[in-house]
Nanobody, 124 residues
């Protein structure tokens, strides 16, 4: 069992930055692939970034490529999402997720555990 707690969300003006953190419980964090998803009102949940359990491979949605960076610190049981050059269309609830296996996971249904979400609001 893994429990995930996100933090770092908030309100920011367009062009600003935020850093999301997701702290995981348990001693098996390094065995999980991790992902960051977002869901805006009336839209489907989408994967914005993912990282393998080793941290060697990452994935980014086209909409955030070059602006967002996912990273993890297995010693601290934490995964991060650095978000720069934020746009109003980045406004959403952001969730972190943990999934079993060595590969990148970008499909929501393949993740086993989810955090409660943190709101990110970007104003123009």
């Amino acid at each position: 069992q893994v429990q995930l707690v996100e933090s770092g969300g908030g309100s920011v003006q367009a062009g600003g930055s935020l850093r999301l953190s997701c702290a995981a419980s348990g001693r098996t964090f390094s065995s999980y692939a991790m992902g960051w998803f977002r869901q805006a009102p009336g839209k489907e949940r989408e994967c914005v970034a993912a990282i393998t359990r080793s941290g060697f491979l990452t994935y980014y949605a086209d909409s955030v490529k070059g602006r967002f960076t996912i990273s993890r610190d297995n010693a601290k049981n934490t995964v991060y999402l650095q978000m720069n050059s934020l746009k109003p269309e980045d406004t959403a609830v952001y969730y972190c997720a943990a999934g079993s296996g060595p590969n990148l996971i970008i499909i929501a249904t393949r993740y086993n555990y989810w955090g409660q979400g943190t709101q990110v609001t970007v104003s123009s």
